[in-house]
T-cell receptor, first 116, second 116 residues
Framework: AQSVTQLDSQVPVFEEAPVELRCNYS??????LFWYVQYPNQGLQLLLKYLSGSTLVESINGFEAEFNKSQTSFHLRKPSVHISDTAEYFCAVSEAGYSSASKIIFGSGTRLSIRP | GAVVSQHPSWVICKSGTSVKIECRSLDFQATTMFWYRQFPKQSLMLMAT?????????EQGVEKDKFLINHASLTLSTLTVTSAHPEDSSFYIC????????????FGPGTRLTVT
């Protein structure tokens, strides 16, 4: 079974400052890793994912995350945040590969609040 | 992109009544659908996994007789909360996965259930 830990429940940062949202996972098998974003009063959206290959993955809106197998981490970073990045961010994990039983396990979420 | 809808988006019902929530994949066939529950300011907790044409698989601690899941077609799954009580008030989110071999889940916008 897999599990995900997001150590920070809330992260307040000033606009244009850098940010890192931490995520650690636990699994006895190979995993896929995801970051989802939930904007206020909206559904979940996939922000970025790691499946295989390059350990650094990027989103279209400037976020990036790096898969670190030795530290079992998948931290999310952005060099300069905007007010529009205010949202809840969920790290998630699933067993690599596909089976009808594959499911995504979510972390507890990190609320990113941007101050002007 | 793949779109998943939920209906209704918000429902209020009286204690003891039943309420049905629909989850539809609009532009793809969903071989597997997932139902999650999200409490305020908390993460998504997987309730059950359903494959089209077969019985749903419920997570430990989820009452299958209370949360009835039907996945009768490749584009529709329903969650019926039977004999609802105030503690069932929550945000219910579905997701859908398409073709065999696909890891990705597409999330609906959620349904807020309030039981009075």
């Amino acid at each position: 079974a897999q599990s995900v830990t997001q150590l920070d429940s809330q992260v307040p940062v000033f606009e244009e400052a850098p940010v890192e949202l931490r995520c650690n996972y636990s699994s006895s098998v190979s995993v896929y890793l995801f970051w989802y974003v939930q904007y206020p009063n909206q559904g979940l959206q996939l922000l970025l994912k790691y499946l295989s290959g390059s350990t650094l993955v990027e989103s279209i809106n400037g976020f990036e995350a790096e898969f670190n197998k030795s530290q079992t981490s998948f931290h999310l970073r952005k060099p300069s945040v905007h007010i529009s990045d205010t949202a809840e961010y969920f790290c998630a994990v699933s067993e690599a590969g596909y089976s009808s039983a594959s499911k995504i396990i979510f972390g507890s979420g990190t609320r990113l609040s941007i101050r002007p | 992109g793949a779109v998943v809808s939920q209906h209704p988006s918000w429902v209020i019902c009286k204690s003891g009544t039943s309420v049905k929530i629909e989850c539809r994949s609009l532009d793809f066939q969903a071989t597997t659908m997932f139902w999650y529950r999200q409490f305020p300011k908390q993460s998504l907790m997987l309730m059950a996994t359903s494959n089209e044409g077969s019985k749903a698989t419920y997570e430990q601690g989820v009452e299958k007789d209370k949360f009835l899941i039907n996945h009768a077609s490749l584009t529709l799954s329903t969650l019926t909360v039977t004999s609802a009580h105030p503690e069932d008030s929550s945000f219910y989110i579905c997701s859908a996965r398409g073709d065999q071999g696909s890891y990705e889940q597409y999330f609906g916008p959620g349904t807020r259930l309030t039981v009075t």
